[in-house]
Structures are given as structure tokens and as C-alpha cells.
């Protein structure tokens, strides 16, 4: 039986720890608000630059001289795998959800005998395959001490990519982040980025009406470049929606159980002093019997 | 019948709203965007755009580059960057410029891509020195 006194610093101890996770808890959730918006607001221009490249796209994808980004090298031998995680933890298992997916992935491509690179984007991604894979490392980033996410910092990371694979260090990239479906759930998700995904000839039947200019080619050269940019960006903005979801959910849960745990051991406490009184007044009774 | 023209930044929808004609200014030279214009998807260079009211200018932007994708009903312009041309700086327009020259001045003309982009940017810094001293939109 523990005594009271050490019981009452535990309780102590744990009601300051459920107030810290009660504010990580009301921070996330204002920090969820402006990255929803964040990721709403970017919305129209990813829906517009989709219209377009498949408009475009679906013309010059049969072309000989098509662009490698929009139809790759024609060889699968070396995959890129870009990973976007968050920068910080306490999130549940959002960034090892991640980290786990990769791996598979990864194990699953050596199996078949590729080679597989990864460019970890967040901190925790990188810090996760650095224990796992080191070597497989091409390249990281994070946002450690940014507050909001701007499209120069997904601009940024696309141009590496691109210049990659210009220099032909990979065939096929592959872009793995979480994707806010809910407060509840975030999912992961995998989505190609190059080959950018070729539209099939017929759910695109309306492009051919557009006139193009300067011309296909050249218009391509500058569209894909900013598709892979506008894709990174809206992961990125998924990503960090995504995580303080997460993150709130998480703390909830903790804060939730602190709570039960406080009552467990105001329980325990209670019965303690309790015994203790019962035993004093059988001592004073007791002892006035003898008397 | 005006055209519903919509300008989108990529963290934003910056503007939507019918005019009567827009002027944008496309890697083939400028375009004047009336309503029932044809089919049309474009490049943009670095310029202004021209939001006409009433025969008028009614708003001016600068747009460092982007795309354009134009329809009877709508003209989207999807802008790199966007600033109101009154909000622009001769002091940073100058020290774009700079940037730009010193990096076209390094860029190797070998690689077609890249000299592309030099230039691109160039002439997109170019266009935001000349466009600060433009006559500002009348209200």
C-alpha cells in the first residue's frame, strides 16, 4: 500500500501533465482551423492547373516527342520515393503511419529488384529513415521554425526533383503523405508524380477544342514543372492540416486519460485515508474500553 | 455582357469578378480578352494585366508569369505571382532585376531548359522595373 503522501504528489504529477496536453490540445485545434483554410484557399488554383495539363496532356502524351516528365524515361529501374511528414511529434502514429509505408514500399521494390532512393521531407520522416534505411537517403527538408507553408517552399523541393531526374537520377517518383480525410482519419496516400499521370484518351473529350499557345510543346515544358510544384504544395498543406488533426486527437485521447487516471488514484487515496481513520478510532475506543 | 474573369494565385483565389475586358499579357504578345473570345490556353510572361470597366482601367496587376486558360464565359489567369501594380516597389523591382541578370549571366547556354528559365525570369524582372513607372489604374 503505497502511502498517502506519495500518492498525492502522483496525483499532483498527473494533473499538471493532463493541463499540458489540455493546451497542446486547444493549440492544435486553432492551428488545425488556419491550415484547413490554408488548404482550401489553395484549392482553385490545383483544380484549374488540373483541367489544364489533362486538356493539354491527353494530346501530347501519344506524341513521340513528348515530354519525359509527362511520360517518363520508359524504364523503371530507379524509384524516387518522396516522403512528407511533419516536422514534430505527439501526434499518434501519424508520422510512423508514414515512415511504415515507405519502408514496405521500398522492401517491396528491392524485392523486385529496383533501387529505391527517398527524399524525406519533415523532420520526423528524416530522423525515422535515418535509424531505418540510411543509405537510401537522396535528400531531406524540413520547415523547422516556419509558421505557414508557402508555395515557394513546395517550389522549391519540385525543382529538385526535377533537376534529379533531368541529371537521370531516378525514372519514377512517387509522393507519400498523409491525406486529411477527416479530423478522425488521416490516410496515406501514394500518388505519382512522375510520370505525371497520363489521362486516358476518353474522359477527356472536350480538350481538343483549345487553341494552345505558343504551342503543346513549349507549354508543357513550363506546365509540368509548376504541376509537380502545385502537387508538392497540396500535399504539404494535407500534410500539416493532417498532423494537427492528428495531433489534436491525440491529445484528447491523453487528456482523457488523465482524467481517469486522477480518479483512479483519488480512489485509492480516499480508501487509504480512509483505512487510516477507522484504524486510529479503533485504537481510541479501544483504548478507552480499558480503562 | 461582361466576362467573369478569375485571378488565382497558388495559396489563393485572389479575384472573381465580370468585367468587360481583360488585357493579359502572353508569351506571343498581349491579348485583349472580350467576351466570347475562343478557346484558348496561353503561357504568360511577365507583365501587367487590365481589368477594363467602362472603357476604362479599373485595376492593374503584375503577374511575374503563369497561365492563362480562357473561355467563351471565363478568362483564369493562374498566376506564379501577383501584386497590385500600386502596391509594387521600385527597390525590390531593381533588386529582382539584378538577381535575374547575375543568374542568366551564369546560366549555361548549353542547357535548353535552363537558359529557358533564366530568360523567363529575366524578362519577368524586366517587365516589374518597367511596370512600376506605368501609369497607375484611375479609380
Redesign the interface.
Same mark, same amino acid.
Given at each position: 500500500m503505497p502511502s498517502l503522501k506519495s500518492l498525492r504528489i502522483r496525483i499532483n504529477s498527473v494533473k499538471s501533465t493532463q493541463k499540458i496536453t489540455s493546451a497542446m490540445k486547444m493549440v492544435a485545434a486553432a492551428k488545425l482551423r488556419r491550415s484547413q483554410s490554408q488548404a482550401e484557399a489553395a484549392r482553385p488554383y490545383a483544380k484549374r492547373m488540373g483541367q489544364m495539363m489533362s486538356a493539354i496532356a491527353a494530346g501530347a502524351a501519344s506524341n513521340p516527342n513528348a515530354p519525359e516528365l509527362l511520360v517518363g524515361t520508359g524504364k523503371d529501374k530507379v524509384h524516387l520515393l518522396v516522403a512528407v511528414t511533419a516536422d514534430r511529434g505527439l501526434a499518434g502514429a501519424f508520422n510512423s503511419n508514414i515512415g511504415r509505408a515507405v519502408r514496405l514500399k521500398a522492401r517491396e521494390l528491392q524485392a523486385q529488384g529496383k533501387m529505391v532512393k527517398i527524399l524525406a521531407v519533415g523532420r520526423k520522416g528524416h530522423d525515422y529513415f535515418r535509424r531505418e534505411m540510411n543509405d537510401l537517403i537522396v535528400g531531406h527538408k524540413n520547415f523547422v521554425g516556419k509558421k505557414t507553408i508557402e508555395f515557394t517552399d513546395a517550389e522549391a523541393i519540385a525543382d529538385n526533383i526535377v533537376t534529379m531526374f533531368r541529371e537521370g537520377q531516378f525514372d519514377i517518383c512517387t509522393l507519400v503523405f498523409n491525406r486529411f480525410m477527416s479530423v478522425m482519419t488521416q490516410t496515406v496516400t501514394e500518388s505519382p508524380l512522375i510520370p505525371a499521370a497520363t489521362p486516358t484518351a476518353n474522359d477527356n473529350a472536350p480538350a481538343a477544342d483549345y487553341e494552345v499557345e505558343p504551342d503543346d510543346g513549349t507549354l508543357l515544358d513550363r506546365l509540368l514543372p509548376r504541376n509537380l510544384a502545385v502537387q508538392i504544395y497540396s500535399a504539404l498543406l494535407e500534410n500539416s492540416a493532417g498532423f494537427y488533426a492528428s495531433q489534436m486527437t491525440a491529445m484528447d485521447n491523453a487528456t482523457r486519460n488523465a482524467g481517469e487516471m486522477i480518479k483512479k488514484l483519488s480512489l485509492n487515496y480516499n480508501r487509504a485515508r480512509q483505512a487510516n481513520i477507522t484504524s486510529e478510532l479503533i485504537e481510541i475506543i479501544s483504548g478507552a474500553e480499558a480503562v | 455582357m461582361p466576362i467573369t474573369l &478569375?485571378i /488565382?494565385?497558388? &495559396? #489563393? %483565389?485572389l479575384l472573381s469578378k465580370p468585367v468587360d475586358m481583360v488585357v493579359i499579357p502572353? !508569351? &506571343?504578345g498581349d491579348l485583349g480578352i472580350l467576351p466570347g473570345h475562343? #478557346? %484558348? /490556353? !496561353?503561357?504568360l510572361r511577365g507583365g501587367l494585366v487590365d481589368l477594363y470597366e467602362n472603357g476604362k482601367i479599373t485595376e492593374r496587376f503584375f503577374v511575374s508569369g503563369g497561365?492563362a &486558360?480562357v473561355t467563351e464565359e471565363h478568362c483564369?489567369i %493562374?498566376a *506564379?505571382t501577383i501584386t497590385r501594380q500600386s502596391e509594387l516597389d521600385s527597390g525590390v523591382a531593381a533588386e529582382t532585376l539584378a538577381k535575374a541578370q547575375a543568374d542568366y549571366d551564369a546560366t549555361d547556354m548549353m542547357d535548353s531548359?535552363a537558359y529557358?528559365e533564366a530568360s *523567363?525570369k529575366l524578362i519577368s524582372a524586366q517587365a516589374m522595373v518597367d511596370s512600376v513607372s506605368v501609369k497607375r489604374a484611375d479609380h
Open positions: - | &478569375e /488565382i494565385s497558388p &495559396e #489563393k %483565389l502572353g !508569351t &506571343e475562343s #478557346k %484558348l /490556353i !496561353t503561357g497561365f &486558360e483564369s %493562374l *506564379d531548359n529557358r *523567363d
